[in-house]
């Protein structure tokens, strides 16, 4: 009887344990969760940083230009206007048959005039103001950009142009592949797929900026600027009856094989401290995980990788999926009754 | 008519070059390029006395365009346009080219042209300078174009580093410099009230002030003291305060490479006996005849009056007991 008292003691102080250590599993396991979703967001807002960067750059440009343009229009305008009072000063007097001051006078309005031409200062005005348009003309299609990478206006889920999304992309990585590769772009005519357009480019921005991180360093920072080590960088999509595939292929450093099993691992990382989370690529999985779709890699040590994504042209939906969806509908769309449309 | 002075402009954006033309064309003779090697080519056949480069351009970056640019003309003023002020442009850019000025971009027109103006000015007094030089050299039938390494061993201050660390650094260099340490404001300025300073080596952070409004207001009183900057904080924005403000010589971040401060050391101090002896190679000395300094925020005034303070108090010390 003892032995069966103590055994049955035994088991049950063994359940409480048990039971215990669930709960704390589970507990551990909300942490987890909740780190995991912390660190996605802050991958999230880090890719924003770099989005934003970019954009700073490229506007700052035009900005720049049709500011001066401006500036330097009110100095010609008031040169201009100065000539014209002038030669209208002399006309009053001279109408009213007054010949005294002519000579000052139609020296004034020769002095005048003559920097008006020796500048060409009517026909540079004018390039000046069309130039202008121009400016603001980019800064406007990089906000339209903007505006077509983040589709915040727009329900999630809908067939979106995938060649579109790529360039939205690479207008948003323009900053930092400029001084680095060179881009070549192979479409397929009109690929379009049912999915969420914003998170397939932040794929596509991810991919693109890795690939422009592996040509380093940028020309210049080392002294060379060797044509023939000139970063290339190739995107090609491919229109298949059930499938749009896309590749993203650079000419960089490469990844080593023990590294290449790794990539998609969280945290993963070749990169120093503060360079990357090591969280774009796993992101990058997962969100072509949800769509149904593969990511795969294939790179040789200093000849260069390529990433390929496929996904379904059709989006393959579970009930679970359904429902998740169609939640993500309702909330987006209570966001845009309260955010002006862009 | 008087010929204009020549200003080289280098931006990849067609657009801003016009621009730019415009604004500067009644004042001077503008030459204009798409790209660094194009810049360069110019620079070999035009008298150019001041340079404005982008950074961000594909093929030749603007920091590496104006260090070769500094080699076909040294005494044409470099000033860098930055669209971002992207950190790694900024520290490239400050140790390799010796920029004169940044301007951010977008511009304003009427501080472009005011920093052109003052480039030209510079340019001049450089150039006319190095000519009279060279004249005298002439007169005195000696070509040697070498400056004299001076048989003194030049003092080098470090402020605001902890005793181990400069302990470390005077085993380095006590071979060719004569070392000493500060670890407030108040006790490098005593230092430099007391004896001739060639090089200060200073942190950026210090309890009120930072380090450029500290050798800003060294500057002030001590205009061939050779600043560089040593610290872990790597930050855009005091990079170009320190070549704006202070014209800094190198602006260092740790760790440092072997063998590399040691030599920055070198060139610093044969910069300062450069200063010594053709005080125009000084660019924030020669800019201030033409720009009077304005600086009279608070921080400036407080830090001078306790360099003047120290300044008295060394003074006091050293004069004979009646």
Known sequence: FIQISALTLSLMVFAAMGLRLAVSLRKQDAVIRESQQQLIQSEKMASLGQMVAG???EMNTPLGFVRSNIEITERNHGILSDAISEYESMSTTLEQGD????????????????????????????????????????????????KNFSRLDEASLKPADINEGLDSALVIAQNMLKA????????????????????????????????AQAITPAPGETGGTDA?????????????????????????????PEHLRRIFEPFFTTKRVGEGTGLGLSIAYKIIEQHGGTIDVKSDVGMGTTFTVRIPLRHLQTPQQN???????????????TTPSL | MKSQPHVLVVDDEPLVLNTLQNLLEFD??????????TGLKILQKEPVAVILSDQRMPEMLGHEFLRQAKLIRPNAIRILLTGYSDLEAVMNSVNAGEIFRYLNKPWKSDLLLSVVKLGVQVHDELSGIIRQAAWDQRLKGDHSTHIEVEEKTPNVLFVGYENSEV?????????????????????????????????????????EFDGVEFLSAVRQDYPHIVTVILTEVVDAQLAIRSINELQVFKYLTKPLAKGEFKKVLTDAALRNQQYASAPAANLQLTAQKFVPSTAEDQSDTALRLRLRAAQAMVAKKSSPAP
């Open chain 1, 55 to 57: 954009l700073v750059h």
């Open chain 1, 99 to 146: 010949l005294s001051h002519l000579e000052s006078q139609l020296q004034s309005v020769k002095e005048r005039s003559e920097k008006i031409r020796k500048f060409n200062l009517i026909d540079k005005t004018r390039t000046l103001l069309s130039q202008s348009l121009v400016g603001l003309d980019r800064i406007q299609e990089l906000i339209l950009n903007l």
């Open chain 1, 180 to 211: 680095r590769a060179t881009v070549e772009k192979r479409y397929a005519a009109h690929l379009v797929a049912e999915c969420h357009a914003a998170q397939l480019n932040q794929v596509f921005l991810n991919l693109i900026m890795n690939a």
């Open chain 1, 228 to 256: 023939e080590r000139q970063g290339r960088i190739v995107i090609t999509t491919i229109a298949e009856p059930q499938w749009a595939t896309i590749k993203i292929s650079d000419n960089g450093s490469g990844i080593r």
């Open chain 1, 323 to 337: 429902a998740r969806l169609s939640k993500m509908i309702q909330n987006n769309s209570q966001t845009s009754i």
């Open chain 2, 28 to 37: 001077y003779t503008v030459h204009t390029a798409e790209d660094g090697f």
């Open chain 2, 167 to 207: 302990a470390h650094l005077v085993k380095q260099l006590e071979d060719r410099f004569a070392v000493s340490a500060a670890t407030s404001i108040d006790e490098a300025f005593r230092e430099i009230a007391r004896k001739p300073i060639s090089v200060i080596v200073s942190e950026v952070k210090f309890e």
